[in-house]
């Protein structure tokens, strides 16, 4: 069975797959405010803003980040 972890900031949804994980590095060096491995919960989106994580999340090489937009609850 597949372990998918999600992390909000309200506007975006941050999706950890923890098997994908190749542990570069590169999340960790690029917005060490979000992700820190010696915290739990290890992922705190709220500590960038939506654009910031995107781009993040689109250098992950292995594709273990992923994300989703929320919907607009209006």
Excluded: F
């Amino acid at each position: 069975m597949e372990i998918v972890k999600e992390y909000t900031n309200g506007e975006v949804t941050v999706i950890w797959k923890p098997q994908l994980c190749i542990h570069s590095g590169i999340c960790v060096a690029s917005l060490p405010l979000v992700y820190n491995p010696k915290e739990r919960p290890w992922v705190k989106p709220e500590n960038a803003t939506t654009e910031e994580l995107i781009q993040q999340i689109n250098m992950c090489p292995s594709g273990a980040l992923s994300y989703r937009m929320n919907k607009d609850l209006k």
